[in-house]
C-alpha cells in the first residue's frame, strides 16, 4: 500500500495512541511469524488501519499485552494480540500480495535503479508471496486481476484519473466488505473502501507528480493537467495540479465519512473517525500547502 491513512496524533487521546501502538506492532509481529522476517518492511499505516478496522468488527475485545518490540528488544510495547489471530493473517497477506504487486510495477515503469531494486526485492518476496497467495485465494485472485486491469489501462495513449483510480478502489472495497456480517454492511463497507482507495491513488499519484515528470514515468496527473513534454512543474502549473489534486481528494473524502457515519467500528470508532475525519485532511494539507512529504511511506508508528 501506499502510506498516506494515518492517524492524525495531535488529537488522539491516550488511550487511542495505545490501541494504534498496539495494532501496529501485532501486525508487524504477525507479518514475521506468518511471512518472514524480511516482510516486515511492507509494513504500513494503510494495512494497520484495516485491521483496526477488522479488529473493531470483532465481537469480542482483544488482548492487550507487553512484550519486546520485534525490532528493538530493549523496549517493550503494547501488542494487541489474542483474538485478533485471524485479522493479522488476513491483514499481512494482504500486505505481501500488494507489496509484490508493486514490485512488479515497478520493473515496468520506472528507472533502472529502481527495477533494479525491484528485482532484488522479488527475491526475498517470491515465497512469502506464494504462501499468501495460498493461503487466502480469492484475496490473491481479485488482486491478480485487479492489477492486470491497472497495467492494461496505463498502458493506454491517455488514460482517465478515474479508469486510473478504479483496481485500488476496487481491491479495498473487496478487503473491507468482507467486514460486513450481511449485505447490506457488505454493500456501506465495499463503498468506504472503494471510496478509501480512490483517495490514496490520487494522492499518491499527486505526491509523485514532480519525480515522474523529471523521470518520464506514468502518472495520471500528467495527461489530466496537460503537462505532457514537461519535465518539472512552474509555479503556475503547480498551484493548478494542487488545486486539482485537493478538488478530487476532497469528493472522496466526503464519500469516505458519508459511509463511515452507517458503519459500527465497535471500540475503535474514535480510532477510525481521527483516521478519516483529522488523518486525511491533514495528509491533504500537508501535501497541497506545506508541501511536504511522508517522511518515509512506511514510518513508525
Same mark, same amino acid.
Given at each position: 500500500m501506499f502510506g498516506y491513512v494515518r492517524p492524525y496524533k495531535d488529537e488522539m487521546k491516550v488511550r487511542e495512541y495505545e490501541q494504534y501502538k498496539g495494532i501496529y506492532c501485532g501486525l508487524c509481529r504477525a507479518l514475521g511469524k506468518e511471512y518472514g522476517v524480511f516482510t516486515r518492511l511492507t509494513?504500513?499505516?494503510?494495512?494497520?488501519?484495516?485491521? #483496526?478496522?477488522?479488529?473493531?468488527?470483532? @465481537?469480542?475485545? @482483544?488482548?492487550?499485552?507487553?512484550?519486546? %518490540?520485534?525490532?528493538?528488544? #530493549?523496549?517493550?510495547?503494547?501488542? %494487541?494480540?489474542?483474538?485478533a489471530e485471524e485479522v493479522y493473517k488476513y491483514t499481512s497477506a494482504l500486505s505481501v500480495l500488494l507489496t509484490w504487486y508493486k514490485l512488479c510495477d515497478t520493473m515496468q515503469d520506472e528507472g533502472f535503479l529502481k527495477r533494479l531494486s525491484a528485482r532484488a526485492g522479488k527475491l526475498f518476496f517470491g515465497r512469502p508471496f506464494r504462501r499468501a497467495a495460498r493461503d487466502f485465494p480469492e484475496l490473491a485472485e481479485k488482486i491478480r486481476i485487479e492489477m492486470e486491469k491497472q497495467a492494461a489501462i496505463e498502458r493506454e495513449e491517455n488514460p482517465s484519473l478515474d479508469a486510473?483510480?478504479?483496481?485500488?478502489?476496487?481491491?479495498?472495497?473487496?478487503?473491507?466488505?468482507?467486514?460486513?456480517?450481511?449485505?447490506?454492511?457488505?454493500f456501506v463497507l465495499h463503498d468506504f473502501g472503494y471510496a478509501l482507495g480512490r483517495w490514496v491513488y490520487t494522492a499518491d499519484a499527486a505526491d509523485d507528480l514532480e519525480d515522474d515528470l523529471k523521470e518520464g514515468a506514468f502518472n495520471p496527473l500528467i495527461g489530466r493537467l496537460g503537462l505532457k513534454g514537461c519535465t518539472s512543474l512552474s509555479e503556475e502549473q503547480r498551484k493548478m495540479a494542487d488545486e486539482e489534486s485537493? #478538488? %478530487?481528494l476532497n469528493?472522496?473524502?466526503?464519500?469516505?465519512?458519508?459511509?463511515m457515519n452507517l458503519i459500527d467500528f465497535g471500540r475503535f470508532t474514535p480510532l477510525i473517525d481521527n483516521v478519516v475525519?483529522?488523518?486525511?485532511?491533514?495528509?491533504?494539507?500537508?501535501l497541497f500547502?506545506?508541501?511536504l512529504r511522508p517522511s518515509g511511506k512506511r514510518d513508525t508508528f
Open positions: 509494513l504500513s499505516y494503510d494495512c494497520t488501519f484495516f485491521a #483496526a478496522a477488522a479488529i473493531g468488527r470483532l @465481537p469480542e475485545c @482483544p488482548e492487550f499485552v507487553r512484550r519486546r %518490540c520485534v525490532v528493538n528488544p #530493549a523496549k517493550k510495547c503494547w501488542f %494487541c494480540t489474542q483474538g486510473c483510480c478504479e483496481p485500488t478502489a476496487e481491491i479495498l472495497g473487496f478487503v473491507f466488505s468482507s467486514l460486513g456480517k450481511d449485505d447490506t454492511e457488505r485537493n #478538488a %478530487c469528493l472522496n473524502a466526503a464519500r469516505i465519512g458519508a459511509a475525519r483529522l488523518g486525511l485532511p491533514r495528509m491533504q494539507y500537508e500547502t506545506l508541501h
